[in-house]
């Protein structure tokens, strides 16, 4: 039979080629109209060689850039993704999502990979190697020392997404990963995938991409797994049945393959005792759990599935909740009145309906019947509709279905507390969740609910009054901040800015000495040999200077009137500095001492060369420590070494300098990191 001219090929990308439809493709149906609208799937795919490119051709061109290369790159991709947006929302109405929805999928996909791109040029180095904290002084003398350094890991990512996200659950996997240095092979779930191709299409036709950067499969994943090795990292969010069956690949056991997992989760919000009805708390309350409900109808993964609220508040919570629901609108998402689309498929539809089932079992449903409904759409009947089901469990403690049952639709189920504690220990019945939310006014309470239940939670979402205008939502997943959750929420841990990156990269103990780990790390190391005979490093331009240059100038004595004249000058005139036998009777001090501020600016006086030249802008200084007094009478030098250099745009970078101040004993007074804006 010829095949239908509107159903789409959604193909796979593989080893450089976008390979079609064929053996054991799958159909994949609107969620709109119930229509086979593509097909996707190949068994013939060649892992092995999918894996071969993407080890033997992306890894090393991505690893040949250094971290800003990659966040630059990150940064065009973006934005050309953001000019072909309107592809991608066209494509995602049929997966029942509407033009909200969208937003929350493709822009905010978008801007995950923007925030990736910043935080890479701003707290990555320009370089290939990442240091991963401070050094380690092991020997006595310091001729000895380690530090961590994180190098990106030598095999592929492959990433297995799940239908709700077709483009953020993408994006925000592949960020921090191309910014560590790894290929990906992505996965996405079959139900969604043809929104997922048009955005890799996109991406790959940018030519931004190095070759072998990313491939994409479309249907199943063939026997991928039994292929992958210690390089490798399986990055996973879906359902915690598919985890599990996967986690379980002994050969990913065997090679200790990395495997992260995000799973469903029992999210729950609470209104705290303070923020009864009349509160701006409780509408709050109601606002935030009516959007978690009815945005992508209720298919997030952090959605609220368990709604807590004082006992004396459990009614007014279900009427105002009520009332709003009924109030949504749900029909086709193309139409600007519809609020909630359908769900993704009508398979989805039947698995929400069977776990309303289950939770029926043990809570009386309130709002919303499947059977009578109102839908704006000419395919009401055939679409994946549903109402918000809204469920009151009146014995939370002895109920197991309400905290062990997901049903990832718009359902949620509202259960009272009597105190605290015993809303602390119903929300952390859920055995682990991506985000927990606490509704209240009160620093207290927040305080008590964080102590009791931060362990379980990989979130704790606190709103009141003061943040309402700008909080993010319950909902959100910010690129800033950890996403994931320990237990059920599979014990992953995503974005969370840098810590993100990490997961694609090892991390390695380096020892050695001070010139081995500057010449491995890039940053000068105390210890490490110095460079004093160059002409004077304020004179030359960023690129002429090299890590270990150093300036050393003084001596400058220091005296009584230099104290007095800094203090009236400053109008610091703290006993210290001015009386010698109140200052004697301070533990820390012999007599009257200097003033730091006053070390720091004769310290300046030594090392600056004051003619216009490279030198910007001094713009700060950290890691400031004072570490012995000195006196009137005593002479400090200093000593300027370039520690680190990080290009900033096209025509400065920073220069980050290694500055210690010492007596006439040669004995630290001051160590500081100084920080400068040097041109090109
Ligand atoms: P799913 O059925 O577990 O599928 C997730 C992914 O795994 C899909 O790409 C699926 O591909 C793939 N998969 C299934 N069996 C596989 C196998 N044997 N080998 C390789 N891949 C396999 O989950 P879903 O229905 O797509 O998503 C809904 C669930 O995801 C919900 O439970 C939700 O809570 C959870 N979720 C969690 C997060 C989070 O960040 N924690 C985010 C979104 C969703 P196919 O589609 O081709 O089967």
Request: negative net charge; aromatic residues 6%; charged residues 20%.
């Given at each position: 039979m010829p095949k239908d001219s509107s159903i789409r090929d959604i193909h796979s990308f593989a080893a450089g080629a976008w390979i079609s439809p064929g053996q054991g493709a799958r159909h994949?149906?609107?969620?709109?109209?119930?229509?086979?609208?593509?097909?996707?799937?190949?068994?013939?795919?060649?892992?092995?060689?999918?894996?071969?490119?993407?080890?033997?051709?992306?890894?090393?061109?991505?690893?040949?850039?250094?971290?800003?290369?990659?966040?630059?790159?990150?940064?065009?991709?973006?934005?050309?993704?953001?000019?072909?947006?309107?592809?991608?929302?066209?494509?995602?109405?049929?997966?029942?999502?509407?033009?909200?929805?969208?937003?929350?999928?493709?822009?905010?996909?978008?801007?995950?990979?923007?925030?990736?791109?910043?935080?890479?040029?701003?707290?990555?180095?320009?370089?290939?190697?990442?240091?991963?904290?401070p050094v380690e002084q092991l020997g006595r003398e310091g001729r000895f020392v380690g530090r961590h350094i994180a190098t990106p890991l030598l095999g592929v990512a492959?990433?297995?997404?799940?239908?709700?996200?077709?483009v953020w659950g993408?994006?925000?996997?592949?960020?921090?990963?191309?910014?560590?240095?790894?290929?990906?092979?992505?996965?996405?779930?079959?139900?969604?995938?043809?929104?997922?191709?048009?955005?890799?299409?996109?991406?790959?036709?940018?030519?931004?991409?190095?070759?072998?950067?990313?491939?994409?499969?479309?249907?199943?994943?063939?026997?991928?797994?039994?292929?992958?090795?210690?390089?490798?990292?399986?990055?996973?969010?879906?359902?915690?049945?598919?985890?599990?069956?996967?986690?379980?690949?002994?050969r990913l056991l065997s090679r200790s393959t990395r495997f992260m997992a995000e799973q469903d989760s029992l999210n729950a919000s609470v209104l705290g005792p303070d923020a009864g009805p009349g509160t701006p708390e409780f509408d709050l309350f109601i606002k935030e759990a009516h959007r978690e409900m009815t945005a992508k109808a209720g298919q997030k993964c952090t959605a609220?599935?368990?709604?807590?609220?004082?006992?004396?508040?459990?009614?007014?919570?279900?009427?105002?909740?009520?009332?709003?629901?009924?109030?949504?609108?749900?029909?086709?998402?193309?139409?600007?009145?519809?609020?909630?689309?359908?769900?993704?498929?009508?398979?989805q539809k039947k698995d929400v309906l069977d776990k309303a089932g289950l939770l029926a079992t043990e809570a009386e449903r309130v709002f919303g019947d499947p059977g009578h409904f109102a839908v704006d759409s000419a395919e009401a009947d055939k679409g994946a509709f549903l109402p918000p089901m809204l469920?009151?469990?009146?014995?939370?403690?002895?109920?197991?279905?309400?905290?062990?049952?997901e049903a990832f639709g718009p359902v949620s189920t509202v259960m009272g507390y009597r105190d605290l504690d015993h809303a602390i220990g119903l929300l952390n019945r859920g055995n682990g969740s991506?985000?927990?939310?606490?509704?209240?006014?009160?620093?207290?309470?927040?305080?008590?609910?964080?102590?009791?239940?931060?362990?379980?939670?990989?979130?704790?979402?606190?709103?009141?009054r003061t943040s309402m205008a700008e909080a993010t939502g319950h909902g959100a997943p910010l690129p800033h901040m950890v996403h994931g959750g320990p237990g059920r929420a599979g014990g992953g841990e995503e974005l969370g800015g840098i810590r993100g990156v990490m997961h694609y990269m090892q991390r390695t103990a380096i020892q050695g000495s001070p010139d081995i780990l500057t010449a491995i790390g890039g940053t000068w190391v105390p210890g490490a040999r110095e460079a004093s005979d160059k002409p004077h490093p304020f004179t030359r331009p960023f690129n002429d200077l090299q890590i270990g240059d150093t300036l050393m100038a003084g001596p400058r004595k220091i005296t009584l009137e230099d104290i007095e004249t800094f203090a009236h000058f400053t109008g610091d005139t703290f006993y210290a500095h001015m009386d010698d036998a109140a200052a004697?009777?301070?533990?820390?001090?012999?007599?009257?001492?200097?003033?730091?501020?006053?070390?720091?600016?004769?310290?300046?006086?030594?090392?600056?060369?004051?003619?216009?030249?490279?030198?910007?802008?001094?713009?700060?200084?950290?890691?400031?420590?004072?570490?012995?007094?000195?006196?009137?009478?005593?002479?400090?030098?200093?000593?300027?070494?370039?520690?680190?250099?990080?290009?900033?745009?096209?025509?400065?970078?920073?220069?980050?300098?290694?500055?210690?101040?010492?007596?006439?004993?040669?004995?630290?007074?001051?160590?500081?990191?100084?920080?400068?804006?040097?041109?090109?």
């Open positions: 994949i149906a609107s969620a709109i109209t119930g229509e086979v609208i593509a097909t996707a799937g190949n068994d013939a795919l060649d892992v092995q060689s999918m894996l071969s490119y993407a080890s033997d051709t992306g890894g090393p061109a991505l690893r040949s850039l250094t971290f800003h290369d990659r966040a630059r790159m990150l940064k065009a991709l973006a934005l050309h993704l953001k000019e072909h947006r309107q592809a991608l929302y066209d494509l995602s109405f049929d997966t029942g999502a509407t033009q909200s929805d969208h937003m929350i999928d493709v822009d905010g996909g978008i801007g995950t990979m923007l925030v990736f791109a910043s935080k890479g040029r701003r707290e990555m180095p320009d370089a290939q190697v990442y240091l991963d904290g492959v990433h297995i997404n799940a239908f709700n996200f077709p993408m994006l925000e996997k592949l960020a921090p990963t191309l910014l560590a240095g790894v290929p990906a092979i992505v996965k996405p779930a079959t139900a969604t995938c043809y929104v997922t191709e048009a955005c890799v299409r996109i991406m790959l036709d940018s030519g931004l991409l190095p070759a072998g950067a990313l491939q994409l499969v479309t249907g199943g994943l063939g026997d991928m797994l039994d292929h992958l090795d210690c390089q490798d990292v399986v990055s996973f969010t879906g359902s915690a049945d598919t985890a599990l069956k996967l986690r379980a690949n002994p609220i599935r368990r709604i807590m609220a004082p006992q004396a508040h459990v009614d007014a919570v279900i009427a105002a909740l009520s009332d709003r629901l009924g109030k949504t609108r749900i029909g086709d998402p193309r139409l600007e009145t519809t609020r909630m689309g359908a769900l993704v498929s009508g398979a469920f009151h469990c009146a014995d939370p403690d002895t109920a197991e279905r309400v905290h062990d049952t991506l985000v927990a939310s606490v509704i209240t006014n009160d620093s207290d309470v927040a305080r008590h609910m964080a102590m009791g239940a931060a362990a379980y939670h990989g979130r704790l979402y606190f709103n009141n004697a009777a301070n533990p820390f001090f012999p007599g009257r001492v200097a003033h730091g501020y006053l070390l720091l600016s004769f310290a300046a006086g030594m090392f600056v060369q004051p003619d216009p030249g490279p030198v910007l802008a001094n713009t700060g200084l950290d890691s400031l420590r004072f570490m012995a007094p000195v006196q009137a009478g005593d002479s400090i030098h200093v000593r300027l070494t370039v520690k680190a250099k990080t290009p900033r745009n096209e025509d400065y970078g920073e220069v980050r300098w290694h500055v210690t101040l010492t007596n006439q004993e040669k004995a630290a007074v001051a160590e500081y990191e100084l920080l400068t804006m040097n041109a090109f």
